[in-house]
T-cell receptor
Framework: GIQVEQSPPDLILQEGANSTLRCNFS?????LQWFHQNPWGQLINLFY???GTKQNGRLSATTVATERYSLLYISSSQTTDSGVYFC???????????FGKGTTLSVSS | ETGVTQSPTHLIKTRGQQVTLRCSSQ?????VSWYQQALGQGPQFIFQ???????GRGNFPPRFSGLQFPNYSSELNVNALELDDSALYLC?????????????FGQGTRLTVV
């Protein structure tokens, strides 16, 4: 089945710094989602991005489907950005999302 | 617009017992999927329900079962609980296949088996 790899596994930043999270996937996909998991466990939708670039405030994402990767950019990070970031792609049957292991981001003031 | 809601938020059960978790899908969504997330891991797909039928299943034993109701809400049932079933259980709803539509998640039910 399709494999999803995220890097780095852990990231520690000072408030105000920028960061780039990467998601590689092993097969062609129809879509890709980025999530932020808050401390209470809820997965918050960040981007639904099959291809191209999208921006939402300080966050932006780029998916290059032909090269099987996606990048999540966080600019001017804040302590509230801390948490685990997941990317997920659909399986071949289209019945499930396959998640990476996540990137744990810690932003300190 | 009401988002995905799950109940209960926390639950403690004893090994061997049975548990039922509930999920109300987001308004307009007809597909519900369940995921298990162990500590420090990404969510793992359990199964998906579409039009009240199971529409795909991950690598979970038959003691994990589910239902979807005509209003598209869903239940996850786990029989003969084991200690390794302790995890965060997440429900997601969408308006179709994950291949083509965005999935939205509830806040999860944290199950502890003792």
């Amino acid at each position: 089945g399709i494999q999803v790899e995220q890097s780095p596994p852990d990231l520690i930043l000072q408030e105000g710094a920028n960061s780039t999270l990467r998601c590689n996937f092993s097969d062609s996909v129809n879509n890709l989602q980025w999530f932020h998991q808050n401390p209470w466990g809820q997965l918050i939708n960040l981007f639904y991005i099959p291809s191209g670039t999208k921006q939402n405030g300080r966050l932006s994402a780029t998916t290059v489907a032909t090269e099987r990767y996606s990048l999540l950019y966080i600019s001017s990070s804040q302590t509230t950005d801390s948490g685990v970031y997941f990317c997920a792609v659909p399986n071949q049957a289209g019945t499930a999302l396959i998640f990476g292991k996540g990137t744990t981001l810690s932003v300190s003031s | 617009e009401t988002g995905v809601t799950q109940s209960p938020t926390h639950l403690i059960k004893t090994r061997g017992q049975q548990v039922t978790l509930r999920c109300s899908s987001q308004s307009g969504h007809n597909t519900v999927s369940w995921y298990q997330q162990a500590l420090g891991q990404g969510p793992q797909f359990i199964f998906q329900y579409y039009r009240e039928e199971e529409n795909g299943r991950g690598n979970f034993p038959p003691r994990f079962s589910g239902l979807q109701f005509p209003n598209y809400s869903s239940e996850l049932n786990v029989n003969a609980l084991e200690l390794d079933d302790s995890a965060l259980y997440l429900c997601a709803s969408s308006s179709g296949s994950p291949k083509n539509t965005e999935a939205f998640f509830g806040q999860g039910t944290r199950l502890t088996v003792v």
